[in-house]
C-alpha cells in the first residue's frame, strides 16, 4: 500500500510563490511517476504536472507552464512542485497522485493513489 501526503499549501497573494511537497511512503518500489492535479471548487479535477521516475521527463499544463516546476528526490520519496507567478485562477486543492508506469499520464484515471491535498489560495 502507497500512502501520499501532500504539504506546503496556504494563503498567497497574486504574484507570490508557494511549493508544495509529495511525501510518498509504504510500497514505494510500486511508485514510478508522480504528478499533481488540481481542483477548484466547482469543477473537476485537472492535470498540472507530471514527472517521471528517473526525474528526466516533465510534463505541464499550458496554463501552468513557464511559472510552476516540477521536481522529484527519489531518496527523500519526494516530489515537488515549486509554484511562481501565481495567480488567483491557481486557486484549488492540490493534489498528488502516483502511477505504476515510468512516465506520467494526463488522465486523472491513470493514478490509483493520491493524497488527501493541500489547499493553495491566491487573493488579488
Known amino acids: 500500500q502507497v500512502t501520499l501526503v501532500e504539504t506546503g499549501g496556504g494563503l498567497v497573494q497574486a504574484g507570490d510563490s508557494l511549493r508544495l511537497s509529495c511525501v510518498v511512503s509504504?510500497?514505494?518500489?510500486?511508485?514510478?511517476?508522480l504528478a499533481w492535479f488540481r481542483q477548484a471548487p466547482g469543477k473537476e479535477r485537472e492535470f498540472v504536472s507530471g514527472?517521471?521516475?528517473?526525474?528526466?521527463?516533465?510534463d505541464y499544463a499550458d496554463s501552468v507552464k513557464g511559472r510552476f516546476f516540477i521536481s522529484r528526490n527519489n531518496a527523500k520519496y519526494t516530489a515537488y512542485l515549486q509554484m511562481d507567478s501565481l495567480k488567483p485562477k491557481d486557486a484549488a486543492v492540490y493534489y498528488c497522485?502516483?502511477?505504476?508506469?515510468?512516465?506520467?499520464?494526463?488522465?486523472?484515471?491513470?493514478?490509483?493513489?493520491w493524497g488527501q491535498g493541500t489547499q493553495v489560495t491566491v487573493s488579488s
Open positions: 497522485g502516483s502511477y505504476g508506469r515510468d512516465y506520467p499520464s494526463r488522465g486523472e484515471q491513470d493514478y490509483r493513489t
Open positions: 509504504g510500497y514505494t518500489d510500486s511508485v514510478a511517476a
Open positions: 514527472i517521471s521516475e528517473n526525474g528526466g521527463y516533465t
